[in-house]
């Protein structure tokens, strides 16, 4: 049995170093002004300005596709969801995948209810999500339960769900369906291409990377007691955030705060300024210190632990505090619209590195451009931000929209741009 969480936890948490866990670091270190929403924002503005004033040598703003595009993604909602009652844009979409209650019936089957439901879906959402990054076009994943052959984000889910009913990320056999820190820390390349598929006829982008990935998550759990326990379970990630709740309302600041700096290490060695890495932050010239920040897989993660949270009864306020996800979909239907316009049109044949100042610059983009077509979707919808925060704009929404807009402009639907992906970032 994992001993008790402690009653009193320590806040602020102790920030990811270079060296270990130390004390907090001090307000004015840096690396602050650079874990947080704010600071993705403002910085994606600071590039969307140098494209505004034509400064940039990759791409062109062009003002006029703006209301189109809201229009087509606007389409897109009334598509799929008539009466505009759209979930949140999360992992769980993918779970549902085919129009099945995957998630229900293993709650079901295993009789799981209240506060456990809650740690457990916690337990399959955060090693799920790391296991997000684009799967590559060739793979594919066939759920023969229900029949379905799945690509992408869909294949990718339900896979990661096989992997997580197995067993393979807990340390107890009589109780399969766990992410314990110990499981995590010893999972291998070799484990996730059994449970994905993987085989010569049906290659998975990245497969070494995204066990890295949840090698490192369990290294990080194990030494963050004060969220995950001890021995480390993720799921106990639930009973901090409840513990830190006011009136059993939390915000999605808040909730976002804890991953990055609790989280902070499992990412792969990039910037890291005065011994802190900065995860997913990258260097653009435009940037006022030369650095922006995005956080895409911490703000996916954020979106997809909403759903465990209310259901445990948390009331998660302020989701527009986080940003809009600049990944391939969103990325793409900028491009796709015309929203912006690549200056040589090679660029969309020549492989990227995500760090390339390009890429970077797309993806700033995004974040930016996703606001106003946030604003001006609900406008076309008639519909307020209370009803329709950015959490159902994405999902109902832009990031289908980019799907379908590549369905329509390239055969089998890529993305306009070659990224060449490590598995930890698109």
Known sequence: MNAPLPTVLPSPLPFPTSAGWHTPVPHGHPARALLNTQAVRSRCEAVLAHVQAGESPFFRWNAAALAPTARYVADTVRQRYPTLEVGYHSRWRHFEAGGVDRWGALCRKHGLQGAEAVRTA?????????????????????????????????????????????????????????????????????????????????????????????????????????????????????????????????????????????????????????????????????????????HKLTQWLSYSLLEPLEAGGLVVTGLDALTG???????????????????????????????????????????????????????ELDVDAARFPLARVLEGGTWAAGRRIAAERRPGGPPPLIIESDGTVF
Request: charged content about 20%; aromatic content about 6%; hydrophobic content about 50%.
């Open 325 to 379: 996800l600049p990944e391939y979909r969103n990325g793409g239907l900028l491009i796709d619209s015309g929203l912006i316009a690549l200056r040589d049109p090679a660029l969309a044949t020549t492989p990227l590195t995500v760090d390339r100042t390009e890429v970077v610059e797309w993806r700033a983009l995004t974040v930016a451009a996703l606001d106003r077509i946030a604003d001006a979707v609900r406008a």
């Open 122 to 294: 916690i337990d399959l959402v955060i090693p799920s999500v790391l296991l997000d990054a684009g799967a590559g076009a060739a793979w594919r994943f066939e759920d023969l339960d229900h029949r379905m052959n799945l690509v992408r984000s869909e294949g990718l889910g339900v896979a990661s769900l096989a992997l997580f009913t197995q067993g393979a990320l807990s340390d107890d056999e009589t109780r399969p369906l766990r992410a314990d820190a110990a499981a995590l820390a010893r999972i291998t390349p070799a484990r996730i291409a059994m449970a994905f598929q993987v085989a010569a006829h049906n290659p998975l982008v990245g497969l070494e990377g995204r066990a890295a990935l949840l090698q490192r998550l369990g290294e990080v759990a194990a030494a963050t007691p004060a969220v995950f326990g001890a021995p480390a379970r993720l799921g106990h990630l639930y009973d901090y955030l409840l513990a830190h709740a006011e009136d059993g309302h939390i915000p999605a600041a808040f909730v976002l705060q804890t991953l990055l700096v609790a989280l902070g290490p499992v990412w792969p060695g990039r910037i890291v300024v005065e011994g802190v890495s900065l995860g997913d932050t990258w260097h653009h010239p435009a940037s006022p210190d030369g650095l922006v920040p995005f």
